[in-house]
């Protein structure tokens, strides 16, 4: 079992940043990927972006150059770093993780809001 424990959502203004965390806690032996999807109301999920253990990473075309994916291996954490953001960027976003010999998990998700 692999829990996701997110925090950092919330509201702010056009072209204001956010932080937000993702914390995996539980029995697993290792996590290869970990990352961040998003979505809005009426919208399908999508890709925001992706990190793996080796630091290789992935990013949405909406959110390239504006927004970093980190991780920390030993903690089991990743983290979103998001500037410049846009009311585009509003929605729920969701920690995933792909963990050896269980598979794809999802966090809770975090609200995300941008105003105008």
């Known amino acids: 079992q692999v829990q996701l424990a997110e925090s950092g959502g919330g509201l702010v203004q056009t072209g204001g940043s956010l932080k937000l965390s993702c914390a995996a806690s539980?029995?697993?032996?290792?996590?290869?990927?970990m990352g961040w999807y998003r979505q809005a109301p009426a919208k399908e999920r999508e890709l925001v972006a992706t990190?793996?253990?080796?630091?290789?990473?992935d990013y949405g075309d909406s959110v390239q150059g504006r927004f970093t994916i980190s991780r920390d291996n030993a903690k089991n954490t990743v983290w979103l770093q998001m500037n410049s953001l846009k009311p585009e960027d509003s929605a729920v976003y969701y920690c995933?993780?792909?963990?050896?010999?269980?598979?794809?998990?999802w966090g809770q998700g975090t609200q995300v809001t941008v105003s105008s």
């Open positions: 995933v993780a792909n963990v050896r010999y269980i598979g794809r998990s």
């Open positions: 539980g029995s697993f032996y290792s996590i290869r990927v």
């Open positions: 990190i793996t253990s080796d630091g290789d990473t």
